[in-house]
């Protein structure tokens, strides 16, 4: 499948004088969730040549949401920082439950980066008893300047008028608002119209990316028709990009709501929806 790549052949590749494997856990800032301490982490130990993207930090720090995209600049200085050049061959990978490598990929994506996803995480490169790194990554910087987007964004003012259709990752309790949204300021429920495709639903039970035909099943199961415009959302735009990664493995390219649940539940006139 286009844009993700086996262990083993990420193996073979090591040491390319074009490729930088780069580590993309994130620190959840979903409410309740356990948090990680992804640089701790990486220097822990981390595949070798690896370096470590910081997703925390490669966000739009002035705006209130979490982990909105970041501004351009703040994007090209990263990418300069962790010798990122047109040639670079990018592989992403994380050591997250939230598969927060998707949201990286999603990210570069907005700024004309390409890149590929590793089918499997940290444990299961560990598991597979491969080569492993400890200590902080060093880079030579160099200079970066973004491209086009090639993925697609979706604003609030965008999602009060939108007629695509739309597709959820968040759980089917916070879905249907049996449970109540962990932020305070957000009511539970989900937007009017949307189908819900819980995102963990896209993987086989160890962990790895499920076959194009599984997947596919997934997107039927749930209503969604591929062939026309689909955007997704969750709670702050993390595991939507799951979704958005699933439809690019069968060559669709959807939209993702950047501001998600977080901003649309908390504003006091928009429709929110609870059942099924």
């Known amino acids: 499948m286009d844009g993700l790549i086996t262990t083993e052949a990420l193996a073979g590749m090591l040491g390319a004088p074009d490729l930088l494997v780069l ?8 409410p309740g969730a ?20 910081d997703l925390d930090t490669l966000v739009d720090a002035e705006n209130p949401l979490p982990s909105m995209l970041p501004r351009r600049s703040v994007f090209e200085e990263r990418m300069a920082q962790l010798g990122v050049m047109g040639t670079t061959r990018i592989v992403l990978y994380d050591n997250s439950p939230h598969h927060t490598a998707c949201r990286a990929w999603w990210v570069l994506r907005m700024f004309g980066v390409r890149a590929e996803i590793l ?5 299961h490169w560990r598991a597979e008893e491969r080569s492993v790194q400890t200590g902080a990554h060093v880079a030579a910087a160099t200079v970066f300047t973004a ?18 259709q739309i597709v959820d990752a968040r759980s ?3 879905f249907t608002g049996e449970e109540a949204d962990p932020r305070p300021e957000c009511a539970a429920g989900h937007m009017p119209g949307a189908k819900n495709i ?7 039970s160890d962990g790895h990316w499920k076959s194009p035909e599984g997947i596919q099943a997934v997107f039927d199961a749930a209503g969604l028709d591929l062939g026309q415009p ?14 958005v990664f699933a439809a690019h493995l069968l060559g669709q390219e959807i939209a993702l709501y950047d501001g998600s649940w977080t901003e649309w539940g908390a504003q006091p006139d928009t429709a929110k929806v609870v059942g099924a």
């Open 230 to 243: 689909l955007v997704a959302t969750c709670g702050s735009g993390i595991t939507a990009s799951v979704i």
């Open 34 to 53: 356990a948090k990680q301490d992804p640089r701790a982490e990486f220097e822990a130990g981390h595949i070798p040549g690896a370096r470590l993207l």
């Open 147 to 164: 491209g086009e987007a090639a993925a697609k964004v979706r604003t609030l003012d965008d999602m009060r008028t939108t007629t695509e």
């Open 172 to 174: 089917s309790a916070r």
């Open 198 to 204: 819980p995102y963990g639903r896209f993987f086989e």
């Open 23 to 30: 580590d993309a856990t994130y620190t959840s800032t979903i």
């Open 119 to 123: 089918d499997g995480n940290m444990g």
